[in-house]
């Protein structure tokens, strides 16, 4: 059960690890593209190209499809990044029980953005995490757990990769440790326990009264999507990586003719920026065609 890129991983590795697939429940086609066609889900796509049964239910309330997944005889659920809630009877259906990869180190991080919310909040390190899944948000005893760093560096598109892949693997694993009877699961501790909020729109202004890393964390969190934003000479600017700089000056203003911009302490330099419409680009590249000058102040 998933619909996203980030399920692709684990849905190729069950394959090639030999797990028999008994059917893929994904969402619905969407509109996309310019012409706002609609298209299957990645998940979609790749169990077509396997051969293997595709489902795509709108929600799994009605009781004909209850029945239909229920009739599957499965002995266990996979779930990544589905995006459909599973009542109870559904999570009934399965033998073995159902099984979550989530992105985080439960309980930090539950809900449904833990990648942006782990790198924006400043965390040094995350997890994927195999969790038995329960009727709470999130609440289900963890199964294994793999630590993953993170860098100043890291953005949530690096992240997401990462953490596809190594949770993919552990996914895997879990499996085979279940069809043996060996998957040992814990509860999940009460303590240290944080929501992970989908990412709002009116989240993405930068605030350049923040701390250097802190809008380093801000920006890097809201990388690739939605980006985090700042007005720069009466354009709408992304900007999608930043290193840090040196300088002081009341925050938001552009320090040198490279674009190093104040913060409330310290100083970032875009590395890759976007202007509104346009592909993502170097800080170079970007000068060339809308070069800034020291003085300026960023957000007007």
């Known amino acids: 059960m998933g619909t996203p890129a980030f399920a ?5 590795r069950l394959i090639a690890d030999g797990h028999a697939i008994a059917a893929v429940y994904t969402q619905p086609p969407r509109p996309a593209g310019r012409g706002m066609l609609a298209r299957p889900s990645p998940v979609a796509a790749l169990a077509h190209g396997q051969g293997v049964e595709g489902r795509t239910p709108p929600s799994l309330r009605d009781e004909a499809e209850l029945a239909a997944l229920e009739a599957l005889r499965a002995d266990a ?9 599973l009542p109870a009877r559904a999570l009934a259906a399965f033998r073995l029980g159902a099984y979550n990869l989530h992105a985080s180190r439960l ?5 449904a953005a833990p990648i942006q919310r782990a790198i924006a909040a400043g965390d040094a390190v995350t997890a994927a995490s195999v969790m038995r899944m329960e009727p709470g948000l999130d609440t289900g005893p963890v199964c294994l757990e793999e630590e993953v760093a993170i860098t100043p560096s890291t953005t949530a598109g690096d992240l997401h990769d990462q953490l596809a892949l190594v949770g993919a693997a552990l996914m895997s694993r879990a ?6 009877g060996g998957l040992a699961c814990r509860p999940q501790g009460g303590a240290g326990v944080t929501y992970a909020r989908k990412i709002d729109k009116a989240e993405a202004a930068i605030d350049f009264a923040r701390t250097a890393r802190q809008v380093q964390a ?16 009466g354009q709408r600017v992304k900007l999608l990586r930043v290193g840090m700089a040196e300088g002081s000056a009341p925050p938001g203003t552009v320090l040198d003719d490279r674009l190093a911009i104040a913060c409330g302490a310290g100083a970032i330099r875009p590395v890759l920026l976007q202007r509104e419409g346009k592909a993502a680009m170097a800080l170079d590249d970007f000068l060339r065609g809308s070069p800034v000058k020291p ?5 007007r």
């Open 77 to 85: 659920a996979v779930v990544v990044a589905y995006g459909l809630l």
């Open 175 to 180: 499996m085979a440790l279940l069809e043996r």
């Open 107 to 111: 309980p930090r991080w539950r809900g």
């Open 295 to 299: 003085g300026t102040v960023a957000g």
């Open 8 to 12: 692709v991983p684990t849905f190729s």
């Open 218 to 233: 801000h920006v890097h969190g809201l990388s690739p999507v939605p980006g985090a934003h700042t007005m720069l000479n």
